[in-house]
């Protein structure tokens, strides 16, 4: 698993807090890591750590290989809107990691973390994270918004069967689109933060199918019969559909990867470049 996001930074990963603080040939981390999907059923965890507050936030990292059954590491399971309990929360505390251990340089993590966040955006629109998706609210495939018309009695509606061809079109552009970024990436004709293309297509699709979803079933997505679990569990879906746009970095990150690392546009403008990252002003840390 991926102890990447925290409490404090949300989806600004380069922001840790979480700290890795020299003791002979080991380490200590302290903080708490979030939104770990899967944590609960892992062994081993990638972890980006602060090793240096007195260098611009990007260069005081260093990642860590880390036994999630260590001494020192409290999980908790979160329970989100539609009952999916696979994200967690790690609180770390004096876990010791020995140095051979450590992956990639003193303080240059973040070297590993641009490589790390690039197979993260490639995941995208995998087979498995659509998988994934479905069971956990992210997304609806096209034949299941049929059954669910046909559920609703709305399968000869020309509104509905519109709806359903619009998410049908959707997802047949975003396969065709997938291996088009892939086969430039390949090739050398796309660089490799072109994944962020895959990430962002995979948020807006999957949050519109759900729209699409709650759509069809209508008031079944409120209030439900033990009969009709899965039209109200279009509705518990509709809840949390912004979670396809936020996790493994939200589509509004992806939008500035694509404008500046990809089609090259003006770097976006950050009060706390180029300062000691202990200088730049923080929010309270939140357990």
Not at 24 to 36: A, Q, R, V, Y
Not at 118 to 141: D, K, N, Q, T, Y
């Amino acid at each position: 698993m991926q102890l990447l996001s925290e409490p404090s930074s949300a989806s600004d990963a380069a922001g840790a807090q979480t700290t890795a603080t020299a003791d002979g040939d080991e380490w200590l981390l302290n903080g708490s890591k979030i939104w770990t999907s899967g944590a609960w059923r892992a062994d081993w965890g990638l972890c980006l750590a602060r090793t240096n507050w007195d260098v611009e936030k990007h260069r005081g990292l260093t990642v860590f290989v880390v036994p999630l059954h260590a001494a020192g590491i409290e999980l908790h399971r979160i329970e989100m809107l539609n009952g999916v309990r696979e994200f967690c929360q790690e609180f770390l505390s004096d876990v010791r990691i020995p140095d051979a251990d450590r992956i990639g340089g003193v303080d240059d993590g973040w070297t590993v973390g641009i490589r790390w966040l690039f197979h993260e955006r490639s995941f995208a629109l995998s087979p498995h994270i659509l998988a994934m998706g479905r069971e956990g609210g992210l997304g609806v495939s096209d034949d299941a918004l049929v059954q669910l018309a046909r559920r609703s009695g709305r399968l000869q509606d020309p509104l509905a069967r519109d709806r359903i061809g619009e998410v049908r079109a959707d997802t047949i552009v975003a396969g065709h689109a997938q291996q088009r970024i892939a086969q430039a990436m390949r090739t050398g004709h796309l660089n490799d933060q072109g994944a962020a293309l895959s990430r962002l297509l995979m948020g807006v699709n999957g949050t519109r199918q759900n729209n699409v979803a709650f759509e069809l079933v209508g008031g079944n997505g409120v209030a439900w019969d033990a009969d009709d679990e899965d039209l109200g569990r279009a509705g518990t879906s509709f809840l949390s559909r912004q979670a396809g746009q936020i996790g493994g970095g939200t589509t509004e990150m992806a939008r500035n990867v694509i404008s500046e690392r990809v089609l090259g546009m003006p770097r976006e403008r950050a009060g706390d470049r180029d300062l000691p990252y202990r200088d730049v002003p923080k929010g309270r840390s939140r357990a």
